[in-house]
């Protein structure tokens, strides 16, 4: 079991849905899965990111979520730091998002965050993103693979987005 796996039985889906958990878990397969809650650097990003993508959003039909519910299948739900999507008044995100993006924080392990991306491209999410504030580095997953943005830039194309890492880490 993960070091982030807490200390729950099995739970229903059920009950994840209606308990509330401060800070908000994952629930993966029957497990409560907490999360690494950054430090400043990876809050400041997350702020820098919904600033940026907010400008985008109206003009393109979308919004932008901080740590949002998504169900990537009937039993797992998993918590982007940010996520943009179509709007839609889903009070869980059932269908895929644009992008899913993860801040890493220091205690982030690559396989715990190649299963969350695995989980977000299985689901259909076309873009992932990932952010390290503390490497200054961004790399842009899809089914094809993950690049990082050498070019300065996070891309996506169908919508275009754009955003120079300049910006994300000034």
């Not at 209606?18 to 430090?39: A, F, H, K, M, W």
């Not at 519910?69 to 644009?98: A, C, G, K, N």
């Not at 693979?145 to 050498?150: F, I, N």
Request: glycine content about 4%; charged content about 25%; proline content about 8%.
């Amino acid at each position: 079991m993960s070091s982030r796996h807490l200390d729950y039985p099995i739970v229903p889906v059920e009950e994840y849905l209606r308990t509330s958990y401060e800070p908000d878990c994952e629930y993966l397969d029957g497990q409560i899965v907490g999360r690494n809650l950054g430090e400043k650097p990876h809050s400041r990003m997350q702020g820098e990111l919904i600033f940026r993508l907010t400008a985008r959003a109206e003009e393109l039909g979308m919004e932008v979520l901080l740590e949002q519910r998504v169900q990537v299948s009937p039993t797992r739900y998993r918590i982007p730091d940010v996520t943009f999507l179509r709007i839609s008044d889903e009070p869980i995100v059932t269908s895929p998002p644009f992008i899913c993006i993860e801040v890493l924080s220091k205690d982030d392990t690559m396989d715990y965050m190649q299963e969350k991306i695995d989980d977000y491209l299985d689901f259909g999410v076309p873009y992932v993103w990932i952010v390290s504030p503390r490497n200054k580095k961004a790399y842009v997953v899809t089914r094809a693979g993950m690049v990082e943005a050498t070019s300065g830039v996070l891309e996506t194309k169908d919508p275009v987005i754009s955003m120079p890492l300049s910006a994300l880490f000034e």
